[in-house]
């Protein structure tokens, strides 16, 4: 069941995704991620975060938080519990992000993986997105795929 963030019963399992799925391939320091923490309210109170959770009122086993800017859907942060891997979270919470933006009129989504992170590359790389170019300051790739409404 995919439904909205509820930040008092989701926040903690999204910290620990980010924590455990998306730290372990960032390239930056110890201090920087600590920052990056630290910030992590504040920044899933901009744009939208949906869950993923085996039913409505338990705890989420996979995340997506994304935001709209103009005719872009960018990617923010997406992550999924190893032990619901390979469940179709990952691709359905896309699909729903997707959706979402198609409805603001968006015309393509962005998405920055981790250098390291060749499970994450592959992931979109399957979702129909396109390797555009390697950013050597964040060590990321960026990905892109164009957005079509199914009028």
């Known amino acids: 069941m995919i439904r ?6 989701d926040d903690p399992v999204i910290y620990d995704l980010i924590y455990k799925e998306l730290v372990p391939y960032s390239h930056l320091s110890s201090h920087e991620i600590e920052t990056v923490l630290k910030e ?3 920044r899933l109170s901009r744009g ?3 869950v ?5 009122e338990t705890d989420p086993v996979a995340f997506i ?7 872009l859907l960018y990617i923010d942060m997406m992550a999924v519990a190893p032990p619901h891997q390979r469940k179709r979270h990952g691709k ?13 009129h968006c015309r393509r989504a962005k998405v920055l993986v981790d250098r390291d ?24 790739y960026e990905l892109e795929k164009r957005l079509f409404s199914r009028r």
Do not use: W
């Open 65 to 71: 938080h994304f935001l709209v800017h103009g005719d």
């Open 117 to 140: 992170n060749t499970r994450a590359h592959l992931f979109y790389l399957k979702q129909g997105y396109q390797t555009q170019r390697f950013i050597q300051v964040s060590k990321c």
């Open 4 to 9: 909205y963030r509820r930040p008092k019963q």
């Open 40 to 42: 992590l309210p504040q």
């Open 48 to 50: 939208v975060t949906l």
């Open 52 to 56: 993923a959770s085996t039913h409505y």
């Open 92 to 104: 359905t919470l896309m699909a729903h992000a997707e959706k979402f933006a198609i409805s603001r």
